[in-house]
């Protein structure tokens, strides 16, 4: 895939989708909105790619949300389509339908935040399903800060989840600065690299999911989404129970130990 905003790289199985405008700390343009849809409604359906890692050009931001200058330029392609309520709602739907694609994507996400993660690039990272951190990284959800609402393209969902509801409510509410190490401290980041060791971590990460099956592991993804969408624990006993049997009879027909040809059907009655 080729594109003006990003840039898509396929290592065997491995993906890795980079946010590339360095000169804007990869802040989302209206190009960048509706490339990163099209990618992500691409990756629904592609079995090459196993595994995914997300992360930004250069070391200044890994992506720092939505780009302001062309949001506050009336002939901006923000503005396309006019200022009216309808237009506005279909722009904030582009970007709130990308955290919906980016969880419904059966590939693992790993985010290697290499700079700031602010607004709807820490919506991208928390949308992550792993994320690693370089020392610098900052993770900020700056919507209150520009005047709107502090829950947005998907934070009200996802965050409490990751943090906890207390840590959740004082980032929303207050639009700090989280760093890196506090970060990692409260279990937004699972790691935090050397900013040389980020990458190289991110595909050994990678690298240990690729080891494991197809199906096993897109599965598991599927059954981590079925908890996070509030399954009781019977849900997610019966999510997990119906995965385990299915790769269960995957292995034993792969082993040689069962037919995959359905058994015949029973006869009734007298022949």
Known sequence: MEFET???????????L??????????VNSVMLEELNLFWREMQNRDDCRVLI????????????????????PSG??????????SMWKGQRRFSGLIELMRACPQPVIAAVNGAAMGAGFSFAMAADVRLAAPGARFCA?????????????????????????????????????GAEEAYRMGLVNEVCPQERLM????????????????????TKDALNAALNCLSL???????????????????????MISSSPPPAQRSGAE
Do not use: H
Request: charged fraction near 25%; aromatic fraction near 6%; proline fraction near 2%.
């Open 77 to 86: 392609g923000f503005m396309s389509e006019g200022i009216s309520g309808t």
């Open 200 to 219: 190289p971590r991110a595909r050994e990460t990678a690298g240990m999911m690729l080891e494991k099956s197809p199906l096993g592991l897109r599965l």
């Open 18 to 27: 980079t946010f590339n405008r360095p000169e804007r700390a990869n802040a």
């Open 142 to 178: 700056s919507y209150i800060n520009i005047g709107l609402g502090g829950a947005d393209v998907g934070s009200s969902y996802l965050l409490w989840r990751i943090v906890g509801w207390g840590k959740a409510a004082e980032l929303l509410l207050t639009g700090k600065v989280v």
């Open 54 to 73: 997300l992360t930004g050009e250069g070391e200044k931001g890994f992506c720092s949300g939505l780009d302001l200058k062309e949001a506050a330029d």
């Open 234 to 256: 019977a849900d997610a006993l019966r999510v997990e129970d119906r995965n385990q049997v299915l790769l269960m009879e995957n292995l034993l027909i792969a082993g040689g």
């Open 6 to 16: 990003l840039r898509f790289e396929l290592e065997g199985e491995l993906g890795i």
